[in-house]
């Protein structure tokens, strides 16, 4: 089976990026001292992307607290399931809600919602 990320931890890994991405751009920001302007672009443009995972990371917690909580078959422990098919947060194991997907493959597929 191959690597498929968590749903939640999937979108914590983008909110931690925006971090780090802003903080970079803000640390670019500090080369540009002769252009005062075009440093406060810079430092603004870091603090957005710093305060937009702020966000992230409040909404995947209220994600996280409406996330069904089931027991993986494989390694016993407790995981967090976003919608009707996810992976263990601990051993990528796949998990579904649905008992047509039961036993089948686990497919990126599954996670996509079905247009009507």
Same mark, same amino acid.
């Given at each position: 089976?191959?690597? =498929?990320?968590?749903k939640i931890n999937k979108i914590r890994t983008v909110a931690l990026s925006?971090? %780090?991405?802003g903080v970079f751009i803000m =640390?670019?920001?500090i080369f540009l001292?002769?252009?005062?302007?075009l440093? @406060?672009? %810079?430092?603004? @443009?870091g603090l957005l992307s710093v305060i937009a995972s702020g966000f992230i990371y409040f909404w995947v917690g209220m994600l996280s607290v409406k996330a069904v909580k089931v027991v993986?078959? #494989?390694c016993g422990k407790v995981t967090k399931m976003l919608g009707k098919v996810d992976v263990c947060m601990y051993?990528?194991?796949? @998990?579904?809600l &649905?008992? #047509? @997907? &039961?036993?089948?493959d686990f497919n990126e597929v599954y996670r996509q919602k079905k247009e009507l």
């Open positions: 089976m191959g690597k =498929y990320p968590n925006l971090v %780090f991405v =640390y670019i920001g001292k002769n252009h005062p302007y440093m @406060l672009v %810079f430092i603004i @443009l993986c078959p #494989s051993c990528n194991e796949a @998990l579904t &649905d008992k #047509s @997907l &039961d036993g089948k």
